[in-house]
């Protein structure tokens, strides 16, 4: 009701809107409409929701085998190919809503509040939920082999998260209003905390699940009153009654929308966008993130890499119409993208935990796709996500291998030569093409191709302070990613005992139990090489990240994808058209892959003469930096610029603070005073007037004489008082 | 009104003597004096008050000065004599004054049963537990009096817990409550009540009319109702009576009026059964009550022992220590 | 003038003459009851503050020309000599127990 009345008042003020200031319409695309006979597209939620309930079984039955984890599989995979099905089957020009069941209906006096469970099955759908149960089903199969040492409950639980966290993926993804969106939303954070507190005996990993749960919190408050606004605004949370709304005339300009709602509406897509930011780690809230790799390490490549902290972009991408609804929406976006990118970038140069150097790698390349989603790039965001998808996952999935042969080693400084170890070849040659992907390298990486988008398309959109930021920090990833890939694949040649001198304490990492394992003597001593899960899992996802090379560029299958999504508005072919005898460095998009590409290289290159050919070189450029005035810069990046401390310090503190502050108040004075006291008081009144009752007759008398008087006073004085009172008045 | 002060200065000046009059060892010099302050202070208030009240008074001031003297006098020496036989002989001469007192309230019926029922019943039973309770001592020798009759226990809390209830009650009287000020008791519908009181007794009606003058003969209306017919005022009445085979009106007035509206005992009892009936009851269930317990506690209390007890409701003998018979019992 | 004032005031009695004189027995009453230590002598002092109730009942009932005054001076009579017969055998039974009539010897009996 509230949003016809809106409606109505857009349409009457159509006559006189004008074009939004930044020059862009929202681009149509189709909406979906009801269809029936698609039912079995539920499955894509069954499924994990079966393995989900199975593990638990397994659980309580007490299965000590890999039972679990095939199952598991076997559910993920399953809804691999229901999804594939789906997209075959899908008529991307004409999506379509498939209600499964009544969730919420509720209606009282005027109002009104429905969320249908349904499906919303369009291109941006299918194309994240592609690459999610295809990811979540090679990293459980991955997982199958990495979580081993832990067979038995652990196991179940391990992989009951993983089916949690993939129903809640796909509620969020596949739901066809805000609400289900919701639901999946915290379904995801919820499994994200169970799965970082995967080891809940180890109090940093406690503590890294609780930061990642609160400070996601904070960014979903954000998202629940977004959710909450658009309702009151708008009447209704589907998405296919919001975009008719939005797009009911193409023209309609942000600045009407802002004015006719007053700036309950304009503060929409900043709501939203303080969930997303949350969510994909964005500034102010990325703190979690790196500290979330506490978690095992497949949940480290699928969760908090590959998949849900997507969800943030997938959110903009899905209401991007929404951004519209206030003039500098995009431009935050973008700005906190690009700041989220080059300061992670320049964190992850300075760290020694090769993890932790990947986490600071995704903060920073979920800042590039924010970063797209702001300068009205939806197809790039969206591409970097699905390239980065691949190639992170297989960086993960390559550190954690390690991670699990060498016993928990993950220092850069220790790790070396891995090259000429037997068995490792599949993962350092994987490591190496993903890594050239996230750095960037010309043509052949798919990291290359999504990238460019982004970065042209900020200087196309007319931001070139941000497209500097983009570049610089492409450069700095190149360096950092190689400075890993150098300095742990690459060195000379480790004999054994310098491998047994590379094991970790076994307390660092994920395995730190290895009950059951084979070679338990020998394991502690030397590192083991991934078996045939693992090498299958890795080749198979780098073999998915070449194959998304096919997918990127510019007009092919995945801008199509995005085009006819609702991220329709930031799609590079629906705006911006050049005059055909524009010069070489007119359209961005041109000069960018030549720029981009020997940046990329650059960096590479600097790596490659600190870590590779010269590798004491890099200390003594730490040594010559530090004693130079550079050196707070230096401390500060190696200790992630103090983001940590200003937070503890600024927020952390302060509520300490109070917290103390309120503790004492309720301790000493609301206990002392008012509990206590209440109890005390009946107590005191009874120590003071107990030697009343002394068994003396007279005092009796007193007493009874005192009362009499008492009430003679009452009597007296209160009609004293009140005439009192009432002459006053 | 009066001054605030001066009524509360006579009371805190009567708390005073009354505490040189508790003092256990106090010369006679100072009882004197103490008796003297009280005295004044008592007619002090007493003097405060026409000034006061311009409304409704009454005649008698001859006889309450005298009786209110004596009954506050020998109240004070009631409570400040260590000898409690005297206590008990000035409480009779309270009773006995304020029986004087309730006289000149036309409240004659009271006034002798206050003094037979206190003075007579009553105030001889405590003589008799007293000296029960009292052995022979010689009442010249002040130490062989019990100390508990010899020493007040706490005079200045008593004295000023009575007081700062007398300066409450001193108040209130001076004040008035909202409810209750004293010029306001209209004397006529309770002349026309007593008239209707008195229209429900014929037999009483017919006992005036006799004695007036040519009404010797007169008779109750046969198959009538008497009819009593008040004066507006309530100072004198018509009843119509049969004189010889004739109604005839005759008037009450006078001497007679007043025998008929006030004739203290028959209103009393009017009033007891007419507007009390239940509490009347509740008195007599009261003095019932009182006499059971009274029995129940002079009676001999008698010891048991455990086992006697045991024995007496049915139960065998369990060999109690304090069992008289305990050598008796066969541990089984 | 004064010595015309002086039967004046006595000759005229109102109806606080009795109240006031109904209040200093009382208060008398409670002073003694409150500082005699002989049980029969504060007994005698609540006979002592009934009396003052009934010299105010009475004066009640004259000054507004209702007998209710003096019917309750009947009930206080009935309470007076219910009391005094209770009373009189409690302290026989008390002074059988323990030859005194001291009332604080009985404070003991106070529940703790």
Known sequence: MIGSHLLSVLLAAGDTAHASDHGHHSAHFPVALPTEGLGYAGLVLALPLIAMILNGVYAISGVRSKLPAWTTVACLGTAFAVVLNLYLKADIEHPVVVPLFEWINLSWGTGAISAPFGLYLDSLTLLWMLFVTGLGTLIALYASEYMESDVGPAYCRFFGGVSIFLLAMGCLVMGDNLLTLYLGWEGVGFASYMLIGYHFTKPSAVAAAKKAFIVNRIGDLGLALGIYLTWLHFGTLEYSKLFEMLQADGAMAAAQQAMAGGWEVAIIPFLLMAGAFGKSAQLPFYIWLPDAMEGPTPVSALIHAATMVTAGVYLLVRTFPMLELHPAAAPTVAWVGGATALLAATIGMAQYDIKRVMAYSTVSQLGYMFMGVGVLSTFGAAAHVFTHAFFKAVLFLTCGAIMHGFAGQLDLRVLRGLRHVKGWRIVVWTMFYASLCLAGFPIISSGYWSKDVILAEAFANGRPILGGIGLLTAGLTAYYTFRVWFRVCCGPKPDDHDLAKMMGDDHHGDDHHDEGHGEEDHHHHMPHAPKWAVNLVLSVISLAAIGSILLVPEHGWLEHMVAKSSGAGGVGANHHDLPADAGFWADPHGWMKYVASTVGLLGMAVAAWLHLFNRSAADRLRATLLASPLKAVVRAMENKWYVDELYNALIRMPLKIKGHALHMLDRYVLDILVVDGLGRLPKMIGRTLSPLQNGVLQSYAASMAGGVILIALLILVLPMLLDLLGGAA | MPPASVIHACTVLAAAALLLLLRPAGSTRLRLVGAVVGIGAFTGILAQLPTFFDGQVMPGGTFFLPFALISVISAVQMITTSRPVYAALHFVLVVLASSGLLVTLGAEFLGFAVVIVYAGAILITYMFVLMLAQQAQSPDLEDERPTYDRFAREPIGGAVVGFLLLAFMNHLIFTGTGELTPGDADPVPARLAAWERVGNMPGRVMELVVQVPEYEQALLPEGETLRVVPDPDGLAATVTVMLNDAPSEVRLQGELARLAIEDNIRGIGVALIEAFPVSLELAGVVLTMAMFGAVILARRQIELTEDEKREASGLPRIGHHDDPKGGEVTHG | ?112
């Open chain 3, 1 to 112: 003038m004064a010595e015309a004032v002086v039967p004046e005031v006595f000759g005229q009695l109102a109806l606080g003459h009795y109240l006031i004189l109904s209040a200093f027995l009382f208060a008398i009453g409670l002073a003694g009851f409150v500082t005699r230590r002989n049980m029969i002598v504060m007994f005698l002092c609540t006979e002592l503050m009934f009396q003052a109730a009934v010299i105010a009942l009475a004066a009640f009932g004259r000054f507004h020309l209702d007998l209710s005054g003096q019917v309750m001076v009947i009930f206080v009579l009935t309470i007076a000599a219910a009391e005094a017969a209770l009373a009189l055998g409690l302290v026989v039974l008390l002074f059988k127990r323990q030859p005194t009539l001291d009332a604080e010897v009985w404070s003991e009996m106070r529940d703790v």
